[in-house]
């Protein structure tokens, strides 16, 4: 069971701004904790994308960018392209559990 | 550039165990903790394991406490889960995956993943 909750799955038209959102508590979250950002495409391990809650690893393309407010994160990808079509995970850590921790994972669509 | 290769996985019938290995390079392994993650068929990522670089101390998800056992030799720089009474729910693909420093609790690198299917 995620301790962190993201929508299902978010679907946008190339060219377009899509956004998500990773909720958490404030045992994780809201207790300070980074938030990082993982791109799984098919088939594939996961990557990272963001970390620290808005930095980009050097190769990442700046259509991707995160936030954090509160108990709650940000992914958002302008410029949606055909490649972007993947799996995201957002990932911090929880003092309450001593663990680390994943969101349940979103699908982007590009239509 | 770093590499994490992970082996040792298969078919196992439920209660029998396994151990899976990822060996490491292109890094310092000795100063960064590991951790092992794993993704169930068609199903989100799970964070089993992990390790600190600077005494070797331990951290298990609940699903797995008792059961795995995770290690590091750092003369062979390699990790190691070592996995006992396994059960139908453990089948997943488990990922190696090296945190950003000790305990810094981000993964930037991960290998390719290990196919673990426990079944009668």
């Known amino acids: 069971q995620s301790v962190l909750t993201q929508p299902p799955s978010v679907s946008g038209a190339p060219g377009q701004r899509v956004t998500m959102s990773c909720t958490g508590s404030?045992?994780?979250?809201?207790?300070?904790?980074?938030v990082h950002w993982y791109q799984q495409l098919p088939g594939t391990a996961p990557k990272l994308l963001i970390y620290g809650n808005i930095n980009r690893p050097s190769g990442v393309p700046d259509r991707f960018s995160g936030s954090k407010s509160g108990t709650s994160a940000s992914l958002a990808i302008t410029g949606l392209q055909a490649e972007d079509e993947a799996d995201y995970y957002c990932?911090?850590?929880?003092?309450?559990?001593?663990?680390?921790?994943f969101g349940t994972g979103t699908k982007v669509t590009v239509l | 550039e770093v590499q994490l290769l992970e082996s040792g996985g298969g078919f196992v019938q439920p209660g029998g165990s396994l151990r899976l290995s990822c060996a490491a390079s292109?890094?310092?392994?000795?100063?960064?903790?590991m951790s092992w993650v794993r993704q169930a068929p068609g199903k989100g990522l799970e964070w089993v394991s992990a390790?600190?670089?600077?005494?070797?101390?331990?951290s298990y998800a609940d699903s797995v406490k008792g059961r795995f056992t995770i290690s590091r030799d750092n003369f062979k720089n390699t990790l190691y889960l070592q996995m006992n009474s396994l059960r139908a729910e453990d089948t997943a693909v488990y990922y190696c995956?090296?945190?950003?420093?000790?305990?810094?609790?981000?993964?930037?690198?991960w290998g390719q993943g290990s196919l673990v299917t426990v079944s009668s």
């Open positions: 292109g890094f310092t392994f000795t100063t960064y903790a």
């Open positions: 995956a090296k945190d950003d420093g000790d305990s810094v609790y981000l993964f930037d690198y």
């Open positions: 390790i600190r670089a600077f005494d070797s101390s331990t």
């Open positions: 404030s045992s994780n979250i809201g207790a300070g904790y980074d």
């Open positions: 990932q911090s850590y929880d003092s309450s559990l001593s663990a680390y921790v």
